[in-house]
Structures are given as C-alpha cells and as structure tokens.
C-alpha cells in the first residue's frame, strides 16, 4: 500500500528553466508534507514543507504547492541549476502522532547545463 | 537543524555476522529513528529509538533482528543481527527536535553490503 506516489521516476531540465516535481498521497490523515534532496552517498537533506493549512510555501528558489482536495503536492524549482542534480524524496506525516514519514520513490532530477 | 555523525560510513559484513551502527546528534532531541533504504527504494522507517525504554518498530521488524539503544539523548545504536545478503541497505538515522516538530534531519547514513 504505497501512501506516498512519486510517479516519475526522473526528471530532465535545461539550467535556468523551472523543474516540477510532482507527489501524490492517499491517506488524508496526512497533515504535514516534506521534500528532501539526497546525493548519492550522503543522507537525505531537509529542503522545505508545508502544512495542510496552506496551499503554498516558498523559500528562495523553491516553492511547495499543495492541493488538498487532489491530494497532490508539487516541489517548483526555479530558476534550475545543476546543482539541483539529485534525487528528490517527498515524505508525509500526521502531526503530533508517532514523527513517523511516509516516503515516495522519489525522483531523479537532472538539471543540463 | 542538527549535526548529525553516523558509524560506520560503510561496511562490508560476511553473512550470519552482526554490525552496530552508531548514531550521534551534537544536541538533545526528544525522537530518534532508524530508517532502511534498499537498493533502488525509498527509505522504511525501521523503529523509533526511545531513551529509557523499548524501541517501538514498525510492521515487518522486530527486535531480535534489529535490537536498538538509546541511552540518553544524543546518541542511539541499531544493530543488525545475524546478517543476510538481503539486509544490504544503506542505515539511515534521523532526529526530530519534539513530537510536535514535523521536521527530521537525516544523518549521512551507513552503507552496508552483506556477502
């Protein structure tokens, strides 16, 4: 029972452009939302969230759009470097419940210099 | 957020040995937990690390496999018990200040490779 859906697998954009990464949830329990970016080799980093009180939170080159009636939540990067290379994990939780995340599969973005 | 450290960064284990991994946090926090990212998945939470009492584990985990210490609140240890080819993962601890603190951070994980 995946709660949590990345369903792009990878994800493809020219530097400077915007990069979209899209996650889809099933549990409506779920009432906080996280990105996380990994390198290879290295642990997961905190990169934003947002709470299901708002629909929108942004910080510098990334926004965190949600929609809560569609039970999807999108990471917008913009603009893209190739910096941003990497894999993106979207994770939910429930507030206040046991801290435990529900991860996706994540996606690999890859940003073309 | 925190400095998490892990130990080891890697090891290569022989099948049916055990390996402990360490986890230390440069602050207190109340939640520790440990997570499992299988080759090509997403990350499993494994169980969560209480200080002075029984890790609480997840569906599919169970203590004689993975027993877990947490003796104060800096530091934590998983071990991976009687290892199999199967159990090759990278080990991931992550901290979250309080309950009521939605964000966890990560520490750099310990990547295990069982022969």
């Known amino acids: 029972d995946q709660q949590v859906k990345q369903n792009s697998p990878s994800l493809s954009v020219q530097e400077g452009r915007i990069s979209i990464l899209n996650c889809d949830y099933t549990n409506s329990m779920f009432d906080y939302f996280l990105w996380y970016k990994k390198y290879p080799a290295e642990g997961p980093t905190f990169l934003i969230s947002?709470?299901?009180?708002?629909d929108k939170n942004e910080d510098g080159r990334f926004t965190v759009f949600l929609n809560k009636s569609a039970k999807h939540l999108s990471l917008h990067i913009v603009p893209s470097q190739p910096g941003d290379s990497a894999v993106y994990f979207c994770a939910a939780s429930v507030t206040g419940n046991t801290g435990k995340l529900i991860f996706g599969q994540g996606t690999t973005l890859q940003v073309k210099p | 957020s925190a400095v998490i450290s892990q130990k080891p960064s890697r090891d290569i284990c022989q099948r049916g040995t055990s390996l402990t991994i360490q986890c230390q946090v440069d602050?207190?926090?109340?939640?520790m937990f440990w997570y499992r990212q299988q080759p090509g998945q997403s990350l499993t939470l494994i169980a969560t690390a209480n200080q002075g009492s029984e890790a609480t584990y997840e569906s599919g985990f169970v203590i004689d496999k993975f027993p877990i210490s947490r003796p104060n609140l800096t530091f934590s240890t998983l071990t991976v018990s009687n290892m199999s080819p199967e159990d090759s993962s990278i080990y991931l601890c992550s901290v979250q200040r309080a309950l009521e603190y939605n964000e966890q951070f990560f520490g750099p994980g310990t990547r295990l490779t069982v022969l």
């Open positions: 602050s207190q926090v109340t939640m």
């Open positions: 947002i709470s299901s009180i708002k």
